[in-house]
């Protein structure tokens, strides 16, 4: 157990309509990230919240978009949806800090877009 | 890109040692070596990270040369629940978010 809770685990939505997936942070972790997991490949690097602002970002569209609240759970928000958009979606938390941080995972959230 | 290089499969046989290699040549003086595996349809699980001694814990031993271009995870007694994707990734430790870079990882599979 990483402490790291996600949900939904599996949701479908229709092409062109909008998604929201929720994270649920390890207790005393402040930063929190999110991957994208295409079937077959490993997890690619969407961004990360820290302080509740985007500290940093991968070759991802404006269309995904996030919200890391003061208690530190998070939202991943994935606009006008895409069948590519398909996907296991994985949230991660970790302890920004000068003396080291390892990175934990949820279980994902399974998206499948038809 | 991946800085690392993996077999992209192994088998291993029920209760040997599983021995993974990792390439990682351009690996920096700040970055640390990390292990994860991913189970089927589960989140990537972190296993264990080291910069230039070799690490032990519960679940695995890492090995890193003393060039550090390349490191070994060692799983000393495979069980078949150990059969997953494990991905093999250069970081640094300190200061820094969530952010992991991920390769094709290697697929082991641990046979009765």
């Known amino acids: 157990e990483t402490g790291v809770t996600q949900s939904p685990t599996h949701l479908i939505k229709t092409r062109g309509q909008q998604v929201t997936l929720r994270c649920s942070s390890q207790?005393?972790?402040?930063?929190v990230s999110w991957y994208q997991q295409a079937l077959g490949q490993g997890p690619q690097f969407i961004f990360q919240y820290y302080r509740e602002e985007e500290n940093g970002r991968g070759n991802f569209p404006p269309r995904f978009s996030g919200l890391q609240f003061p208690n530190y759970s998070s939202e991943l928000n994935v606009n006008a949806l895409e069948l590519d958009d398909s996907a296991l979606y994985l949230c991660?938390?970790?302890?920004?800090?000068?003396?080291?941080?390892?990175?934990?995972f949820g279980e994902g959230s399974w998206l499948t877009v038809v | 890109d991946a800085k690392t290089t993996q077999p992209p499969s192994m088998d291993c046989a029920e209760g040997r040692a599983a021995n993974l290699p990792c390439n990682h040549s351009t690996i920096s003086g700040n970055e640390y070596v990390y292990w994860y595996r991913q189970i089927h349809s589960q989140g990537p699980q972190y296993i264990i990270h080291g910069l230039k001694n070799n690490e032990t814990n519960e679940m695995a031993s890492l090995i890193i040369t003393e060039d550090r271009k390349s490191s070994t995870l060692i799983l000393p007694h495979a069980t078949l629940r150990d059969t997953a994707v494990y991905y093999c990734?250069?970081?640094?430790?300190?200061?820094?978010?969530?952010?992991?870079?991920f390769g094709q990882g290697t697929e082991l599979s641990v046979k009765p």
């Open positions: 990734i250069v970081r640094p430790h300190y200061n820094q978010g969530g952010k992991l870079i």
């Open positions: 207790s005393g972790h402040n930063t």
């Open positions: 991660a938390s970790s302890l920004y800090s000068a003396s080291g941080n390892t990175i934990y």
